[in-house]
């Protein structure tokens, strides 16, 4: 079997957040993920959500044939060809209206991970307001990776990857989720679930901000 490109880190997180998602999600529905980069989180959660189908999508062109690959590997069938999707764009995805034969244009789950670092601030807004817009009914966004939190002790490590961010790009680095919760405020979302996860990762659930009431 040919080896596939590979990120170590979605091999070592893959599991604890399929754990997770089990417990936050329904049995079955539509998932849309941003920056799926190698496609191993979309061909793992899909065969570990099999009642889920999954539409991959990433800025890289280059991204696709990898995505595409593992997905063969994995012999899921419930994972979608994969799209190319720029987060800041206002049209998900680039290709016209690729979402609306499949989905009516709405998804139970958007899922992101590891993205808000390694793009610049631009892309928190594009993300929020990307999900508020294709989001189903009832519908929640799902984010993983670092994030600096008010009153809480930033570990030694990601302390270290910060600094190594900031320097490999000026506009990179661990966001704070004060910010990251005012770029959702904006768009109509509201943090409703914050998961602790291994290596100080935290997965949170993004929902539509509750209707007053009458």
Known sequence: ???LPASPAADRNKQPILETLQRVLPERGMALEIASGTGQHA???????????????DMQASAMATIAAWTEQARVTNVLPPLRLDVTSDQWPDEADLFGEAFGNTFDAVYCANMLHIAPWAACAGL??????VMAPGGVLITYGPYIEDGVPTSPGNLAFDESLRNTHPDWGIRRLSDVAHEARQ???????????????LLLVWAREPSAPA
Do not use: I, K
Not at 43 to 57: K, Y
Not at 128 to 133: D, H, I, V
């Open 1 to 3: 079997m040919t080896a």
């Open 187 to 201: 768009a109509g979302l509201h943090l409703r679930e914050r998961h602790a996860m291994p290596a100080n990762n």
């Open 43 to 57: 061909t793992w959660f899909a065969a570990g959500l099999p009642g889920w189908q999954w539409q991959p999508t």
């Open 128 to 133: 929020m307001r990307g999900a508020a817009r």
